[in-house]
Every structure is written in C-alpha cells, then in structure tokens.
C-alpha cells in the first residue's frame, strides 16, 4: 500500500501480448502497441520501418496476427516493447523468443534497454539473471519483504532458507 510518484518513461514487458488486435495486421499492431507503450503517433510511426526490420517478419506483417505462430507474435511483441527507451523498466523474467540468430539479437537487444534505463525493476526466479542483471535485490514472499541488499547475499541467504 502507499503512493508512488513517476517521473520518467516506464516500458514494461510483464505481458508481451497486451494490446493486440487479433484481426488486426502486425503493421496495425505495431502502431496500436506502440501508441500503448506512450508513443505519440508520429513517434511511433517514425519507428515502425525500424521494428519491422528487428521482428524479421518481412511480408507476414501484411497479415492478421491471428494467423502467427506463437514464435512470430512473441517476436512482434518484443520488436515492439523494445523499441521503447524507457527511464524505468519493469520486466518479468527474460524473454526468449525465436531462433539462435533472433535470441541473439534480442538479448542485444535487452542489454541495451537495461542500459538505457535509470531503474530496472525484474521480477526472476532465476539466481543466475538475478546476479547478471542487477545491483540489488529484494527477496519477496508474500507480498513482504524479507531481505534486501546485494544480490549475491541475498542470493546465498534465499538459497540456505529453500535447502532447510
């Protein structure tokens, strides 16, 4: 509970998918996500060429993405939320979508996001992200907070709870 102040551009990749018209093409979709995310229409409009080039998805976003497989649209999703330059980035775990070549691009990709941003918040069960990706952790359980400092120490402390 309590209030929170925002100054600054959040992006957050909790659900990829929010904010797809299924009937829609991707090149639609694409302008109705970004316009979501808090792009302008000429913002995003000026980005379209450059997402549709990351996604790889060619002539397909001529199509509704009713019609993408689940690696296709995760792919449009992520083109999409990761056009954004956020000053706050809210992501829930590390997504991972496509072929080598596309996964290697888009942890490129979300290196440069993490970069940009001024806070990152990640949401992980992962202990090897967790100390990749940050410089202070919170361990939650049930909505409290039970420790809080250094990622490797809260690490090694959450590890010894779990074993006994």
């Known amino acids: 509970r309590g209030t929170l102040d925002v100054s ?8 990829l998918a929010t904010g797809f018209e299924m009937e829609s093409s991707g090149w639609d979709n694409i302008y109705l996500r970004g316009l979501m995310l808090g792009e302008t229409p000429s913002s995003i409009k000026e ?3 450059e ?5 790889e998805l060619g002539d397909f976003l001529e199509m509704p993405v009713k019609y993408y497989s689940s690696g296709m649209f995760v792919r449009l999703a992520f083109s999409v939320s990761t056009a ?10 590390v997504v991972a979508a496509g ?14 996001m993490i970069d940009i941003a001024k806070i990152m918040v990640l949401v992980t ?10 410089n ?17 120490e809260v690490i090694n402390e959450y590890l010894r709870n779990m074993k006994g």
Do not use: Y
Not at 125 to 134: F, N, Y
């Open 84 to 93: 954004i330059k956020p000053d706050i980035l809210l992501l829930d775990e």
């Open 8 to 15: 600054g551009k959040i992006s957050s990749m909790f659900e």
């Open 47 to 49: 980005k379209m060429k």
């Open 125 to 134: 069960h992962s202990m090897e992200t967790a100390k990749d990706l940050t």
């Open 136 to 152: 202070r952790c919170l361990w939650l359980e049930k909505g409290e907070i039970l420790m809080d400092g250094k990622p490797e």
């Open 99 to 112: 072929d080598a070549s596309f996964l290697k691009k888009a942890e490129k990709r979300m290196n440069e």
């Open 51 to 55: 997402i549709a080039e990351f996604s």
